[in-house]
């Protein structure tokens, strides 16, 4: 059944009102007519069985004919933390990260960013990457949006990071470590956490003193293997292993 996702004004008491680009993509895109029925997503953790009711030239409405709870995301919830890498494997990045489960998308700038200031970053860009959240929660059917945040430097990042609680993290290196992924990981399986973030750079890594800034709030480096991985491989990987150990895929 195709699903689409809604903004929670949209679904109201036993109605839905479809406007604006969601009306286009249903109507125009998908060709849904008077009779169909499909899946609605918008107020969290609830998905909707509508069938559409009326179309006219720029509206349409629907009645919703059963609700269905959608599971919350499970403990501990993944963030995932990436230096800002050129836009297309951002792209991809945000994309798979909602199909993959991970809670918050938390992009940042260091010194071998693709970009490395805030402010030059484009408006549009930003804009694109919620609208690739919205066609992959539509996709997959989770049943709350990720958040992508704004950008910020490291070290503001880092700041926030060590004042969250039952909080953990990794920080994938892909210089020599002593630390590989699997006893990190069975450190941090030790531990009662409710948030596991996980630590990317960009094409070109690391600085020295960024990997510095990194120990000193707590965070060692971690290796994946000999392989010098991309950063969209390297960010599906560990999400993936993260979800395995800590099962989180039932």
């Not at 509508?50 to 599971?71: D, F, G, M």
Request: glycine share 6%.
């Amino acid at each position: 059944m195709r699903r689409y996702f809604l903004e929670p004004g949209s679904i109201q008491d036993s109605e839905v009102l479809i406007t604006g680009d969601d009306f286009h993509h249903i109507h125009h895109v998908c060709r849904h007519q008077v009779g169909d029925r499909f899946e609605v997503l918008g107020v969290e953790h609830k998905a909707f069985l509508v069938e559409l009711l009326e179309v006219s030239k720029k509206t349409a409405k629907a009645r919703i004919l059963e609700t269905r709870s959608v599971p919350p995301l499970p403990l501990p919830r993944i963030y995932l933390a990436v230096s800002l890498s050129r836009f297309a494997t951002m792209d991809t990045i945000v994309e798979k990260a909602v199909e993959l489960g991970v809670a918050e998308f938390r992009p940042f700038v260091s010194s071998r960013s693709f970009m490395t200031r805030v402010e030059k970053i484009p408006a549009s860009k930003v804009a694109r990457w919620d609208k690739i959240v919205k066609g992959a929660t539509q996709q997959s059917g989770r049943g709350e949006k990720m958040p992508v945040m704004p950008v910020v430097p490291l070290p503001k990042l880092l700041e926030e990071f060590n004042q969250r609680h039952r909080c953990g993290g990794l920080f994938a290196y892909e210089g020599l470590s002593d630390t590989s992924i699997k006893p990190a990981l069975r450190q941090l399986s030790q531990s009662d956490l409710s948030e596991i973030w996980i630590f990317v750079g960009s094409e070109g890594g690391f600085s020295e003193d960024e990997v510095s800034l990194f120990v000193e709030n707590g965070l060692r480096p971690v290796t994946v293997g000999d392989q010098v991985l991309r950063v969209e491989t390297a960010c599906l990987a560990l999400v993936s292993v993260i979800k395995y150990e800590f099962d989180l895929m039932s």
